[in-house]
């Protein structure tokens, strides 16, 4: 009876305690899913900040767990997760899913195309997210900018290249589109996984390859045996993205909608700026102990047979007309208007 009294106290107490009116609820719990291994610096550092950020934002009232690819073992699997809702989020890049729907391509990065301040203005301002928006849409996700990486470099090369016939004998391991136009020149183009390309490339199986900057590109060693470093041509400012699951975010109410939205915004800035930081911190490493690391730019014929090679392939994308036409001459039409202020901004004070 004494033990029946107690209950019904406590029960009273509690309800007559004014608390916030979400206190009482569980927290939501989400999943994540990400293409990088656990503990990546930047991207995966990255995306735990931002699952930080959530939860303190939200007061603690959405939780996002995040499994690296060590844990679901389908670093490519991504869009797939978040398409069946089995991740209500994902952390990837875009120009993965172009075996799924080529019109993904386009909203990491283009050869010779927009470089990251004139990407992000494009996607914000320019049409970018409503294109992303109908590509994206019809598989029940909506894609976020999830930071840049900046201007990749060209790659690292044992031999320079001092024409076009050097492109004719290069073995290059270069991934997704900007493998299509080096093999449309002529170089031999090959695909390894990362684990192997350092050995491929000592052993001369691949006598160059791209990776990504200085910030990702230190612990991968491949300064140690090729001693020329080239410029960009292929990915002027590759974009990582957020893919959210449609349903699972509708039904979030109001507040943690706008919390999630405000936290991938924030991530994609601090990714973006934090990899200029290493890039910076990461080329003085390498020149300091490898001084003999040679800059090098392709010569004219070559990026002249590049550029020429790229605008076929578009061209050939483009006639296929409906959104992927849509969105290459978006690209096109604001890279030209945005370009115009670059080339009399950045550019000339650059020059100078
Ligand atoms: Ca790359």
Redesign the pocket.
Known sequence: MKKKLVYLLSAITLSSVSLPAFSADAPIRWKLAETWPKGLPIYSEGTHEFAERVKELSDGRLIITIDSANKHKAPLGIFDFVKSGQYEMGHSASYYWKGKDVNTLFFTTMPFGMITAERFAWYYYGGGAELAQKVYGQYGITQYPGGNGGN?MGGWFKKEINSLEDIKSLKMRI?GFAGEVMAKVGATVVNIPPGELYTALERNTIDSL???EPAMDLRMGFHKIAPYYYTSW??PG?GLQYMVNDKAFNELPKDLQSILKTAMKESAFEISTRMTHEHSENWEKIKQEYPNIEIKTFPPEVMDALKAANQELIADLEAQGGLTAEIIQSQREYLRKVRNWTSISDKAYLNN
Do not use: N
């Open positions: 990749q991934p791209e990776w990504v292929h990915e590759s």
